[in-house]
């Protein structure tokens, strides 16, 4: 079975601090991709990044910063000086081709609120 | 480009009523989809399209029912409204769906309200 978890469910950080959101996924398949998406307070959903299962690098796009660890099935992610425009819903999300299917599925975490406090 | 757009941005609807929510893409994605996010939830697959008249449904699709009979339009029909149904409404498009790479670029959402 597919699952991404996300435990944290609110963080509230100051502004310039430091904040990671974690990411715990589940399955099977050799091959999967792995996204984030921003909800802001508007509530569209906004796509972040995507990461396969074959690449390990870490991705670094300004403040933002991703961390994938195969070993320990996360894909954590990492806002640097924080700023109150981050305050968001984040989701983790996991895509997988599930047995018998031809469509390539978003399995999403439940999200982490993030509000960042000026 | 407006990428993926949703109508209405609000409702609310009594028990028993109907109502079809519309989207419509302009990036000429094959796939299709809609979601439903409840509260402190992620996103749940309601239905989803492979292309013009092709549907499918996914995991939550009971209470709904789906058409797609252009490239642009996914509309998402309510038949019967339950309490239930109160949820915010996602559509999303990605161009191959098939491949797990695509990305699915969503809508602005639709919060439904059923009293």
């Known amino acids: 079975a597919q699952k991404v978890t996300q435990a944290q469910t609110e963080i509230s950080v100051v502004e310039k601090e430091d904040v990671t959101l974690d990411c715990v996924y589940e399955?099977?398949?050799?091959?999967?991709?792995l996204f984030w998406y921003k909800q802001p307070p508007s509530g569209e959903l906004v796509f972040l990044i995507r990461?396969?299962?074959?690449?390990?690098q870490n991705e670094i796009s300004g403040r933002y910063s991703w961390n994938f660890q195969k070993s320990t099935s996360s894909f954590n992610f990492t806002i640097t000086a924080s700023q109150v425009v981050d305050s968001a819903v984040y989701f983790c999300?996991?895509?997988?081709?599930?047995?018998?299917?031809?469509?390539?599925?978003?399995?999403f975490g439940r999200g982490t609120q993030l509000t960042v406090w000026p | 480009n407006a990428g993926v757009t949703q109508t209405p941005k609000f409702r609310i609807l009594k028990i028993g009523q109907s109502m079809t929510l519309q989207c419509t893409q302009d990036m000429n994605h094959n796939y299709m989809y809609w979601y439903r996010q409840d509260p402190g939830m992620g996103l749940k697959l309601i239905y989803y399209s492979v292309g013009a008249g092709i549907t499918d449904k996914g995991e939550v699709p009971n209470g709904y029912n789906v058409s797609r009979s252009t490239t642009e339009d996914f509309p998402l029909r309510l038949e019967l409204a339950a309490p239930s149904q109160t949820s915010v409404y996602f559509c999303?498009?990605?161009?191959?769906?098939?491949?797990?790479?695509?990305?699915?670029?969503f809508g602005p959402g639709t919060r439904l309200t059923v009293l």
């Open positions: 990461r396969n299962s074959f690449d390990e």
């Open positions: 999300a996991l895509s997988v081709r599930d047995v018998g299917s031809t469509l390539g599925r978003l399995y």
């Open positions: 999303a498009s990605s161009y191959y769906g098939t491949s797990r790479s695509d990305t699915q670029y």
């Open positions: 399955t099977r398949d050799t091959t999967y991709y």
